[in-house]
């Protein structure tokens, strides 16, 4: 079992800046790719960004540019930098953790709230 803890969410007003941090527990070895996702209000949950173990990364067009996604594996965390924040990025974000073996299955963290003021 994994656990997964989200951190660093607020108010911030447009144009700012915000850094948000997941931390995993439990089996993190068997943890493949990490990302963030987000829930905008109204709308469908949305991948922002993912990165394998190896460091790969893919980025949403919504956060390229912007964002910046990063990990390390030796602390088991996953962090968003959020630069030039917009009213439109409002929204719970999620954590997220990929397993693969023995079996394909996801994780994901309780969210945390971001609301960009305009």
């Known amino acids: 079992q994994v656990q997964l803890v989200e951190s660093g969410g607020g108010l911030v007003q447009a144009g700012g800046s915000l850094r948000l941090s997941c931390a995993a527990s439990?089996?993190?070895?068997?943890?493949?790719?990490m990302g963030w996702h987000r829930q905008q209000p109204g709308k469908q949950r949305e991948l922002v960004a993912d990165?394998?173990?190896?460091?790969?990364?893919n980025y949403a067009d919504s956060a390229k540019g912007r964002f910046t996604i990063s990990r390390d594996n030796a602390k088991n965390t996953v962090s968003l930098q959020m630069n030039s924040l917009k009213p439109e990025d409002t929204a719970v974000y999620y954590c997220?953790?990929?397993?693969?073996?023995?079996?394909?299955?996801?994780?994901w963290g309780q969210g945390t709230q971001v609301t960009v003021s305009s």
């Open positions: 997220n953790a990929e397993r693969t073996w023995p079996r394909a299955y996801e994780y």
């Open positions: 439990g089996r993190t070895s068997s943890i493949n790719a």
């Open positions: 990165i394998s173990r190896s460091g790969r990364i």
